[in-house]
């Protein structure tokens, strides 16, 4: 995992997801089109997620009734364009309490896909409304609408890679932490799961 409190690692990270200066402005584009479903964003998130009969048993129920705030801090985050350390810093926040409370990271990828289909449709349904208006090239509108789905898609990625790899960090920690005897239970435990599923 990049420590993200350097500015080297931060740029680093950006490199290995092609984030460059254009997508922070297409993702603050993004914001105009879509944090005017914020409301409709978070509810729809929230819909999403309880349809897993489990994840209450992971997340307390005081915690539930607050999650649709913490949501959409989150969006507004995402679609502000500022991707500095704070954000960072914000990310690995949320991902140290997802392992605190032991919520399994298939749950990011999931909420991270969900994220990305709620977007895009709103996206497309912004520039198929733009492109019967426009007087020029359609072209130009459909292109527009692939740039700026593509930075989001790198925003998407980087937010998951970030929040998963704390997952890998923290078990890699718990595992080097523990002594001989714990590790190898660790590593039967791990043997003995595959072998039963």
Not at 8 to 22: G, H, M, S, V
Not at 42 to 70: Q, S, V, W
Not at 88 to 107: D, N, Q, S, T
């Amino acid at each position: 995992m990049i420590a993200v409190g350097e500015y080297r690692d931060l740029e680093r990270l950006f490199y290995y997801f092609e984030i460059r200066e254009k997508d922070k402005k297409n993702m603050k584009f993004l914001g105009e089109i879509l944090l005017p479903y914020e409301e409709e964003f978070a509810e729809a998130f929230y819909d999403n997620l309880m349809k897993f009969e489990d994840i209450k048993g992971y997340i307390p129920e005081e915690k539930l009734r607050k999650l649709k705030e913490t949501i959409k801090e989150w969006y507004r985050r995402l679609l502000s364009g500022r991707y500095d350390s704070e954000y960072f810093l914000y990310l690995l926040r949320i991902a140290k309490i997802h392992v605190y409370e032991g919520i399994p990271p298939h749950y990011i990828i999931v909420a991270m896909n969900f994220v990305s289909r709620f977007c895009t449709r709103r996206i497309s349904r912004f520039f198929s409304e733009k492109a019967l208006t426009h007087t020029g090239d359609i072209r130009e509108v459909f292109e527009r609408m692939e740039d700026l789905t593509r930075s989001l898609r790198k925003l998407l990625a980087m937010n998951e890679d970030i929040i998963v790899s704390y997952y890998i960090d923290a078990e890699l920690r718990t595992f080097m932490e523990a002594g001989r005897f714990e590790r190898f239970a660790i590593v039967f435990s791990k043997k003995f799961a595959v072998l039963t599923d």
